[in-house]
């Protein structure tokens, strides 16, 4: 008997459970029906937010970081032949690094810049990959950052070169395809003088004055990669016990090609105050490259 009772009472809270259930999922599928699809998405992410929720606010990293670190929007990675940073937001990099000797400059059997193939970068997230789409039909050049002809030890190391993550929008006539391959040319050339020559290389945004007003204006690809006003090449050579350095700095623009390069050499300051970029903060003096050298490019 009393087996059966309690058979009986359990039986009973069974239906009135099953009851409630039944009206809370009723409830759940009317309230969930008539919601946009990204709000029902939204209330689901927050439940499980709930669970880990945090119980201390001691510490404000440790806080945030139970929510995730929104990061600095930039993406970097390593190569074969050069190291980038990558700017999420701009879809181009915020420089290059390189290191050419002349033995780095020697080519490999084989390699050849039309066996390789310009694609977008799969270690980028799809939201803030540059596309080829960006650049198709736009009038720019897809310009290196990292030049395929430094990295000609293998045909690896130039594909990597092509990926989009490596490219700039550069003006093509007068500047990609000749003064801009000047100065890369320069660069390499460098490697007969210096054994060893680091370059950094990157696009620069800067502000355009207008009677008292500054103001930043720049075309952005397809509504994604963003066309630089400038790029930059920093570089390091060493000298005696040191080191020797000079930077320039280039409108993205048709470039006479007559006009010198020394003409757009700068103090590394006026990048760095540019970009955010801090350069050689290791090294405390340095030399003027162009000094020991004459900065000059050739046709
Ligand atoms: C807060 O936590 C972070 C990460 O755990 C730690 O690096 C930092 O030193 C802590 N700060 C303080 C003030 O305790
Ligand atoms: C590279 O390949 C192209 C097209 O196949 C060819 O015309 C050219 O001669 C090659 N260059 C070298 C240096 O082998």
Same mark, same amino acid.
């Given at each position: 008997?009393? #087996?059966? %009772?309690?058979?009986?009472?359990?039986? *009973?809270?069974?239906?009135?459970?099953?009851?409630?259930?039944?009206?809370?999922?009723?409830?759940?599928?009317?309230?969930?029906?008539?919601?946009?699809?990204?709000?029902?998405?939204?209330?689901?992410?927050?439940?499980? %937010?709930?669970?880990?929720?945090?119980?201390?606010?001691?510490?404000?990293?440790?806080? *945030?970081?139970?929510?995730?670190?929104?990061?600095?929007?930039r993406d970097f990675i390593a190569r074969d032949e050069y190291l980038l940073s990558y700017s999420r937001?701009?879809r181009v990099p915020s420089w290059t690094f390189e290191h050419l000797t002349?033995q780095s400059l020697v080519a490999g059997?084989?390699v050849n810049r039309?066996n390789s193939a310009f694609k977008e970068d799969p270690a980028i997230m799809?939201?803030f990959r540059s &596309?080829l789409?960006?650049?198709?039909? #736009?009038?720019?050049?897809r310009g290196h950052t990292a030049p395929a002809g430094d990295a000609v030890a293998t045909q690896e190391a130039m594909d990597q070169t092509f990926f989009l993550s490596n490219m700039s929008?550069?003006?093509?006539?007068?500047?990609?395809?000749?003064?801009?391959?000047?100065?890369e040319?320069?660069v390499r050339? &460098?490697?007969?003088?210096?054994?060893d020559v680091y370059v950094y290389t990157g696009p620069?945004?800067?502000?355009? %004055?207008?009677?008292?007003?500054?103001?930043?204006?720049?075309?952005?690809?397809?509504?994604?990669?963003?066309?630089?006003?400038?790029?930059?090449k920093?570089? &390091?050579?060493?000298?005696? #016990?040191?080191?020797?350095?000079?930077?320039?700095?280039?409108?993205?623009? %048709?470039?006479?090609?007559?006009?010198?390069?020394?003409?757009?050499?700068?103090?590394?300051?006026?990048?760095?105050?540019?970009?955010?970029?801090?350069?050689?903060?290791?090294?405390?003096?340095?030399?003027?490259?162009?000094?020991?050298?004459?900065?000059?490019?050739?046709?």
């Open positions: 008997m009393g #087996s059966f %009772k309690s058979i009986g009472l359990n039986r *009973m809270l069974w239906l009135w459970f099953g009851f409630g259930m039944g009206v809370m999922f009723t409830l759940v599928l009317q309230s969930a029906a008539w919601m946009p699809n990204h709000a029902q998405h939204h209330m689901h992410k927050r439940d499980i %937010k709930a669970t880990t929720r945090a119980t201390s606010s001691s510490n404000l990293t440790d806080t *945030m970081n139970q929510f995730g670190d929104p990061g600095d929007g937001r701009d002349a059997q084989g039309s799809s939201i &596309l789409a960006d650049y198709s039909g #736009s009038g720019y050049d929008p550069q003006v093509g006539v007068g500047f990609n395809r000749q003064y801009w391959a000047y100065l040319n320069f050339s &460098l490697t007969g003088t210096f054994s620069a945004f800067i502000p355009q %004055k207008s009677g008292t007003t500054f103001t930043m204006s720049y075309p952005v690809l397809n509504g994604n990669t963003a066309v630089p006003t400038h790029f930059y920093v570089l &390091l050579v060493p000298h005696g #016990s040191g080191y020797a350095s000079a930077a320039f700095l280039l409108p993205n623009q %048709k470039i006479d090609s007559s006009t010198a390069l020394t003409s757009f050499k700068v103090d590394v300051q006026v990048i760095e105050k540019a970009s955010g970029l801090v350069f050689f903060s290791k090294l405390s003096s340095l030399d003027d490259l162009c000094s020991l050298t004459t900065c000059t490019v050739t046709k």
